[in-house]
């Protein structure tokens, strides 16, 4: 194992060197950076069709697109967010004058999942650089062939001092977040965001967890059921479900259930085919404790659509269960894979009062064009974000900050909220000696 202390020691003096603090040093690891995924663009293809069956159309947009457009839009807007703010001054303070500074917080670690393992890693490490701090990243162990590759395209283009990643299992994040860094950003579980944020405490480091939970997508009476169905089905069964902010489970008003679970049959067959088992391009679950966890829901309820699986390939059908309650096994905890349990309300007041009685989610989607509705939904429910008559698509925008609330999380990334999270603002009154 790598002697982290002396890692982050030395990530403390370059930091302290300055180097990081020049906008131009910034804006040229950021543009190699760029470099980097365009030219690796072939291998990352690779690494994840051999870690998830990642299709290469996928790859290119929600792995390698998403973060070059993150990259680009840091770069334009660099100089402006580093600049120091002119603020107004009250009047009991007449004669001085006041400005926030944009300052890195020093050397920051960035621990990143497995299900976008190029995306997760790579966006929070782009938002650590554009800030001015140097940084540590640990991809997942459970994608191996893009942890491997991550480390190869970091490690043999920058020093150590300034960047570097770290592979390795839980040991190895133990080992690093005993070490002292002065920012944490933390994507995965719930229960490790956790531990994480117990690790931080001590150090008394800040910290950002992009945490997990069980995002609902509702769909009312009024809704547009044809784009309903298309949009749920395309965000729930992307990456066979293993996406943070797919929707986990479906709260239908119970006089447009049957119409709409019809409509999803029929955008899964257009989009994977009569027999998706034979689709060699549908995602594979991502390790066998997973594909074992996920399996035990298929008897939940009443199975509607889909319901195969192979241990062998790691495979799920997308899966829709319907009469599901809210005290069925696939209910309790996130379910992070392509099986979409559906539960009716009669009332809208239900659905809120079901969701609020729980965690809060890290998305909610919302299908209704009553503006009534739609205020009801977004003033008493409390989520990270979300989309009304969408899903997902909120997170791909430069201009919304991403990230949880309570469970879910704490602390946005994503554009100038990137930038901003990997910043410590520094607020100077200057007083005239006139
Ligand atoms: P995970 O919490 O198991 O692992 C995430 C990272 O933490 C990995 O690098 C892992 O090696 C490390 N880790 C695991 N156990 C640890 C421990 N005890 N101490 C320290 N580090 C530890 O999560 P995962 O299975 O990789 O990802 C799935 C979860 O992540 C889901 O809950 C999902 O919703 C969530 N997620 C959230 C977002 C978001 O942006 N909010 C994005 C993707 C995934």
Redesign the pocket.
């Known amino acids: 194992m790598e002697n982290y202390q002396e890692l982050t020691a030395k990530q403390q003096s370059f930091f302290q060197s300055g180097k990081t603090k020049d906008v131009s040093f910034r804006i040229d690891t950021l543009t190699k950076l760029k470099e980097l995924m365009t030219s690796h663009e072939q291998d990352i293809i690779a690494a994840l069709k051999a870690d998830l069956n990642k299709p290469e159309v996928e790859t290119k947009r929600a792995e390698i697109g998403l973060v070059l457009g993150e990259i680009n839009f840091m770069i334009e807007n660099l100089s402006s967010w580093s600049a120091p703010k002119e603020v107004e001054t009250p009047s009991t303070h007449a004669g001085a004058t006041s400005f926030i500074v944009a300052e890195p917080y020093g050397s920051a670690l960035v ?6 393992p190029v995306q ?1 890693a790579v966006a929070p490490l782009a938002g650590a650089i554009a800030a001015g701090n140097c940084a540590v990243l ?5 994608t191996p062939h893009t942890s491997s590759l991550l480390a190869k395209m970091i490690n043999e283009n920058f020093p150590k001092e300034y960047l570097r990643v770290v592979e ?3 040991e ?3 080992a690093l ?1 005993k070490e002292k860094f002065d920012y944490i950003f ?8 956790k ?2 944020a117990e ?1 931080a405490a001590k150090h008394l480091t800040p910290v950002t967890l ?4 069980k995002s609902p997508a509702i769909v009312h009476e009024d809704a547009n059921l044809d784009e309903a169905a298309a949009r749920i089905a395309r965000g729930k069964f992307a990456n066979a479900g ?4 797919a929707p986990d489970y479906l709260l239908v008003n119970r006089k447009v259930k049957d119409q709409l679970i019809a409509k999803m049959q029929e955008t899964i067959t257009n989009t994977y085919g009569e027999n998706v088992s034979e689709n060699h391009d549908f995602p594979h679950v ?1 390790s066998e404790r ?1 594909f074992d966890r996920l399996q035990k829901f298929l008897d939940n309820g009443d199975l509607v659509i889909g319901g195969k699986s192979d241990k062998s390939r790691l495979f799920i059908e997308p899966t829709i269960l319907d009469n599901i309650s809210w005290e069925d096994p696939v209910m309790q905890d ?1 379910i ?1 894979g392509p099986i979409l349990p559906v539960i009716v309300y009669d009332e809208l007041s239900e659905a809120i009062n079901a969701i609020v009685d729980r965690p809060k989610p ?1 998305a909610l989607y919302l299908f209704s064009d009553e503006e009534a509705v739609q205020d009801e939904v977004l003033n008493t429910i409390s989520f ?1 974000g979300g989309a009304i008559n969408d899903t997902i698509n909120h ?1 791909t925008s430069h201009y919304l900050p ?3 609330v309570g469970n ?2 704490m602390g946005a990334y994503h554009g100038q909220a990137s930038f901003d999270t990997f910043t410590h603002f520094k607020s100077i009154l200057k007083r005239s000696n006139k």
């Open positions: 621990i990143a999942p497995w299900n976008y997760l640990k991809p997942s162990e459970l390795g299992e839980v190895t994040s133990t977040l933390f994507t995965g579980s719930t229960g490790v965001g531990i994480v690790a992009e945490l997990g939970g293993q996406t943070c902010v991502v997973h996130e992070f890290l990270g997170m991403f990230g949880g879910s999380g």
